[in-house]
């Protein structure tokens, strides 16, 4: 399969650092990009993600990015809006014995709402997730996984040097078949 041959809003998603610190999410862009994760395939349809929703600015947004790894604060708080992604707890019930792969699917949904927005979303796996529980008064029974950073594409320039080199460099995927174990790769992929 070549790249045309993927929908756009797969071929043309990317995980950009460098927001338009100016930009807002426009009415209705945060519901469609929940909406878009609500009807995210789960376990039993046991939907175990939690989403905290903050604008730029705004106190939750401030919370999600103060427990951020400091490296990602310098790009993060110029989004539109940051989300904390979290699961229920595993309880030993099917719906929630597969939660992070849930979450997974239902924060891909996300991204790929935002692209079909014309917005970008990148993700940040390394947060305090103590540090979230705490500052965001979380339930007991979740766990932060992931912040979103979600908003218009900025000036890739006005980044730091460090990072507008990553911004500004050619995306970069595996070969289809260095991603198939050998057997699938011999029987499926022409």
């Avoid at 939690?50 to 400091?70: C, E, M, Q, S, Y």
């Amino acid at each position: 399969m070549r790249m045309i041959d993927l929908t756009p809003l797969l071929a043309f998603r990317w995980s950009p650092r460098s927001f338009d610190p100016t930009a807002e999410l426009r009415p209705g862009e945060a519901t469609a990009l929940l909406e878009a994760a609500r009807w995210a395939p789960s376990a039993g349809n046991g939907q175990p993600w939690r989403f905290a929703l903050g604008h730029r600015d705004d106190d939750t947004f401030k919370r999600i990015l103060v427990n951020l790894p400091p490296l990602d604060q310098r790009w993060a708080g110029r989004a539109s809006a940051l989300l904390l992604a979290a699961h229920l707890t595993p309880d030993g019930s099917p719906g929630r014995a597969h939660a992070a792969y849930d979450l997974g699917q239902a924060v891909c949904q996300l991204t790929v709402q935002a692209t079909a927005l014309g917005l970008h979303a990148r993700q940040v796996r390394d947060v305090d997730r103590r540090g979230l529980l705490a500052d965001l008064e979380l339930p007991a029974d979740l766990v932060p996984y992931v912040a979103v950073a979600v908003g218009q594409l900025g000036d890739p320039l006005s980044l730091p040097a460090d990072l507008r080199h990553r911004e500004t460099g050619l995306r970069r995927r595996h070969p289809l078949a260095a991603l198939l174990v050998p057997y699938a790769t011999a029987n499926s992929v022409s």
